[in-house]
């Protein structure tokens, strides 16, 4: 499969968005996301205006949305990458103790998978991760459920290692979430 890797444009909110809700119909949704599919189709056309554009390659630099796009357009996998600034508190309520990014929203279309999409997607967010000098990032993290076996078998493949710590994210669920890590290159 032919394919290139970059970043989101702010007015390709409608991309994002088809991408997402496809995301969410995956079987496996329930395990890789913190959404539902009934939620996310229901929300207004600003909100995914406004998620692009903070994702986006002009948006404020704390976000950023990756896609995997084919040669005629077509998105076949995406990856967002948040900035987590030491001793602030993070979208999850943790406090980090280095400069780090989080990578979140990981999905790959069924066609896509097995062609080498989520490696390149992985190799972008942490090349970005890498790339930034304030802060400067040491370490890049993402969360998986506990039961999304294939998800903790491709991140393992891509460098990324348990570090033990783990947390209830799904809110009423007794849900674990492994975080795994991947160390700034020395």
Known sequence: MDFSIRVIRADEWEKARELRLTA????????????????????????????????????PGGVRQLVAETPDGRWVGTVTVLVE?????????????????????????????????????????????????????????????????RAQAVYRRLGYAATGVQVALHAGQDAVEVEYELLRPA
């Open 24 to 59: 969410l119909r995956d079987p496996v949704a329930h395990l890789a996301f913190l959404d539902t599919y009934e939620a996310a189709v229901g929300r207004p056309d600003d909100f995914w205006r406004e998620r692009a554009e903070g994702a986006s390659e002009d948006g």
């Open 85 to 149: 600034r030491a001793a602030a508190e993070t979208l999850f309520g943790e406090v980090p103790v280095v400069e780090q990014t989080h990578v979140v929203g990981v999905f790959v279309r069924d066609e896509a998978r097995g062609a080498g999409v989520i490696d390149a997607l992985f190799a972008a967010a942490a090349e970005w991760s890498w790339s930034l000098t304030e802060p400067r990032i040491e370490r890049a993290r993402l969360y998986v459920h506990a039961e999304n076996t």
